[in-house]
């Protein structure tokens, strides 16, 4: 990353508070990161965290930064970035972590021929192990996809699509994807407990058994369905489960799951985009 870069970030939330600890960790001077918000307790917060310089003016903060982070809320995003028009350098690279809003929206509220890079991170970035989807338009140079891959690799992987509409189905996976592995975990612990389990024991199984699974999955050479095959034994425990799970419907319902997260995407994208 270009250490003498200029990071500002509008909205100081879990995401850029994730995001700018990653950044400090990886080296990189809390000099060049400032953040704009409308809550200033929030502000004196990150302020104090990382004596960062802090606004609540967007436009202001803008003005002074080569790169734009935008982290609000999906429902006031236009309003953001019309606030910004004026303000933001012109070759100023503007990076959102906004679910749903296209970058031709983002575009046309913050004036034409801007740089912005599309992305949806998850919530594992808070502790560095986040997977980030990214998109770039197509007036955003190399350096500035390099630039965009930097900020977002500080809190884990990032993964590049080529079509824009491909970051709503990395919503629908590892976007909101956690939250689906919390409810198979806390259903796991949950059903132990009526097997017999106290409490606590179930739910430390159940979380170090699905971290344990994630680390084999990320080390081993073999594919998920390979690395299942293995735990699962002819006429076994495991396969007894499976089976009921299959019975049950578990591959279409995640299906289905996930297809509603995607068609809610894209529902959020034509919502919020059309204000004008």
């Excluded at 993964?159 to 975990?185: H, I, K, R």
């Excluded at 019975?247 to 997260?261: K, L, N, P, S, Y």
Aim: negative net charge; hydrophobic residues 40%.
């Amino acid at each position: 990353m270009q250490k003498s870069s200029t990071i500002g970030f509008i909205g100081a939330g879990n995401m850029a508070y994730a995001l700018i600890s990653g950044l400090v960790n990886n080296g990189f001077s809390t000099k060049n990161i400032k953040v704009s918000d409308t809550n200033k307790e929030l502000l004196s917060l990150r302020k104090k965290e990382f004596n960062l310089e802090v606004f609540t003016d967007n436009a202001a903060l803008a003005a002074k930064c080569d790169v734009v982070v935008l982290a609000v809320k999906p429902q006031v995003l236009s309003l953001v970035c019309k606030d910004l028009k004026e303000s933001l350098n012109s070759n100023s690279l503007i990076v959102s972590i906004v679910a749903g809003i296209k970058s031709y929206d983002i575009g046309r509220w913050l004036g034409e021929n801007k740089a912005i890079v599309r992305t949806m991170p998850n919530t594992p970035a808070l502790l560095g192990q986040g997977i980030t989807g990214l998109f770039a338009n197509d007036n955003t140079s190399n350096e500035q996809k390099s630039l965009a891959e930097s900020v977002l690799k500080s809190v884990g992987s990032c993964l590049w699509v080529n079509d824009e509409d491909m970051l709503d189905a990395v919503t629908a996976l590892s976007g909101s994807g956690p939250a689906y592995l919390f409810l198979m975990m806390e259903s796991m612990a949950q059903s132990g407990v009526a097997l017999g389990l106290d409490e606590d024991t179930a739910t430390k199984l159940s979380i170090q058994t699905a971290l344990g699974a994630s680390m084999m999955a990320d080390q081993s050479a073999d594919s998920l369905h390979e690395l299942r095959a293995k735990v699962t034994s002819p006429n076994g425990t495991t396969q007894v489960a499976i089976e009921s799970l299959q019975d049950q419907g578990f591959e279409i319902m995640v299906a289905h799951a996930m297809r509603a997260a995607f068609d809610r995407a894209k529902e959020i994208g034509s919502e919020l985009g059309n204000d004008e």
